[in-house]
């Protein structure tokens, strides 16, 4: 039985991931904070790289299990999967995601699957125009890529929740009072 909570925090850039996992590091007792960008090869090479890299990930998850730890995640293999289907890598993803969602669900964890998004996909201007925000070296974003990229996450939630009853798959708006998205997100965890 489940003594641990895994989250994972997916969504475009300039969603307020960083905030969110930050907020739950910090407020959920127990809690490890992992922050993971991807391999920036999009050949065919890259693909073996993100595979061997998210299997071992699983690897040490299974190995976590039941330790009174819960793990919470800033983008995962969700991360590698929303790019190709965006076109954004030379290879499809596909077959090696949905062997670790599969892999995923049967882990002996409470887990969470949180899509960051903003309702008003205007905002996004915004939060891309910060001082200091940091752009993918392999994949420059604007407007239109981050709300495409939204989009296509969006949609990936959708699927797993049809398919994964094991995985609490959660939209959380963020562009509204960073208080009130706190406490949502205390009410989802349950703490």
């Given at each position: 039985m489940a003594n641990s909570k895994l989250i994972v925090v997916e969504g475009a850039q300039g969603a307020g991931k960083t905030t969110i996992t930050d907020f739950i590091r910090?407020?959920?007792?127990?809690?490890?904070?992992?922050?993971?960008?991807?391999?920036a090869d999009s050949t065919p090479t890259g693909k073996q790289k993100a595979k061997d890299m998210y299997v071992d990930l699983l690897e040490y998850l299974k190995k976590m299990e039941n330790k009174s730890i819960n793990l919470v995640f800033d983008r995962t293999f969700f991360t590698e999967e929303n790019y190709c289907r965006l076109g954004k890598k030379e290879y499809s993803f596909t077959d090696v995601y949905?062997?670790?969602?599969?892999?995923?669900?049967?882990?002996?964890?409470?887990?969470?699957?949180?899509?960051?998004?903003?309702?008003?996909?205007?905002?996004?201007?915004?939060?891309?125009?910060?001082?200091?925000?940091?752009?993918?070296?392999?994949?420059?974003?604007?407007?239109?890529?981050?709300?495409?990229?939204?989009?296509?996450?969006?949609?990936?939630?959708?699927?797993?929740k049809e398919k994964y009853p094991s995985i609490n798959v959660i939209n959380i708006a963020n562009d509204k009072d960073l208080e009130e998205t706190k406490k949502e997100i205390r009410e989802i965890l349950q703490y």
């Open positions: 910090h407020t959920l007792p127990y809690t490890n904070l992992y922050r993971m960008s991807g391999t949905e062997k670790l969602l599969d892999d995923l669900a049967k882990l002996d964890f409470e887990i969470y699957y949180l899509t960051a998004y903003l309702e008003n996909e205007d905002e996004f201007a915004q939060r891309l125009d910060r001082e200091g925000k940091g752009i993918c070296q392999y994949s420059k974003f604007g407007i239109e890529n981050s709300i495409g990229q939204q989009r296509t996450y969006l949609e990936m939630a959708k699927e797993i």
